[in-house]
């Protein structure tokens, strides 16, 4: 396996802004997150909202680099590169939003909003034209629609016009940030199969962000859990999907139907006096709710520990 994308310890710090500045601490969205994401490999990561899952991916693209650690991509340390060979690797990794209608500029046709990356990457008007009818094609998107604007386009259609647009930058990994969720249910299937047969027709690598357990399990080969900025638990999906270790993954999959049959998992939620009590700036992050907690949990917190055929976690009781 070639690796694509390697995390080591990355942090993502926000400092307060304004007046808090004085008083406040800085927010840890991305908590010393390793991963490794090999070429053609579709990587899940899950977790509910707010726990970091956009930041980690915006400093994995160095579009907001991370505080420290490291983001490696295809051998080469992104932090050693000047600004121009910066901009020329990132071309290679693209991000697909949520939202299609803030991604499209609703003042530019569909092929203007095409052109510009191709414009950008020196490609003579010729072969740019045939290039956007090319890639509306491979999209689904009938070439004939392209002077129309963004508007006059369903969410499905305009998701598929984004994706469109990020492959004329030809990237090798593609960033999909809930890319569907968006979206009806009834389109949200067609999209799926779009990002399936684009991989195969560009041999792309995937990073897919979801709150959708059973998407991910159907999509990805392998899948992280994050919990308020950490890696709680990673493994094949296969794997993860049968024998989910941490209690907090196995939260994730109780609520979801017909994915994972597990006792009900009612959470041990501290009360406020308790909660005032005990000191939590050295324990799991997950003890405050965790329902298997003990008094060890407060020690330390838990690293990534090898279970075994790649399956990791970071609880001392799972
Ligand atoms: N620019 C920013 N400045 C300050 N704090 C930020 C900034 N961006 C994100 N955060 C904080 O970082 C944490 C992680 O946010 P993030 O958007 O990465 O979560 P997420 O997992 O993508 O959530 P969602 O599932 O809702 O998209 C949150 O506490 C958020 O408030
Ligand atoms: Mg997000």
Do not use: W
């Amino acid at each position: 396996m070639e690796r694509f994308v390697e995390l080591r310890h990355l942090v993502k710090e926000f400092k307060p802004s304004g007046l808090r500045r004085l008083t406040g601490s800085a927010v840890r969205a991305v908590d010393d997150v390793s991963l490794t994401i090999n070429r053609g490999s579709v990587f899940g990561l899950v977790g509910e909202s707010g726990c970091g899952k956009t930041t980690l991916s915006r400093s994995l693209l160095y579009l907001d680099p991370p505080t420290s650690g490291e983001v490696v991509v295809k051998d080469t340390p992104l932090h050693t590169l000047s600004r121009k060979k910066l901009r020329e690797f990132r071309s290679v990794m693209q991000i697909v939003f949520q939202d299609p209608n803030g991604a499209l500029n609703p003042k530019m046709n569909i092929a203007s909003s095409l052109k510009e990356g191709l414009i950008n990457r020196g490609i003579n008007r010729r072969e740019r034209d045939d290039r956007i009818d090319d890639l509306l094609q491979q999209v689904g998107i009938a070439p004939t629609v392209k002077k129309r604007y963004p508007h006059e386009f369903s969410g499905g259609q305009k998701q598929r016009i984004v994706v469109a647009r990020a492959l004329t930058m030809e990237p090798e990994f593609l960033v999909l940030d809930e890319p569907v969720s968006n979206l009806d249910v009834s389109i949200q299937a067609q999209i799926i199969n779009l990002f399936l047969d684009l991989k195969e027709t560009f041999s792309l690598t995937y990073l897919f962000i979801s709150h959708d357990l059973n998407l991910v399990s159907f999509l990805c080969d392998h899948i992280a859990v994050m919990y308020n900025g950490r890696i709680m638990e990673k493994a094949p999906a296969e794997e993860l999907t049968k024998n989910p270790l941490h209690p907090y993954t196995r939260r994730l999959y109780s609520s979801v139907p017909g994915i994972h049959r597990m006792p009900a998992f009612s959470e041990a939620i501290l009360s406020d006096a308790d909660q005032r009590l005990t000191d939590f700036s050295q324990s799991c992050l997950y003890y405050p709710i965790c329902p298997i907690r003990s008094e060890d949990c407060l020690e330390g917190r838990p690293e990534l520990e090898d279970k075994g055929g790649g399956h990791y976690v970071a609880c001392i009781h799972s």
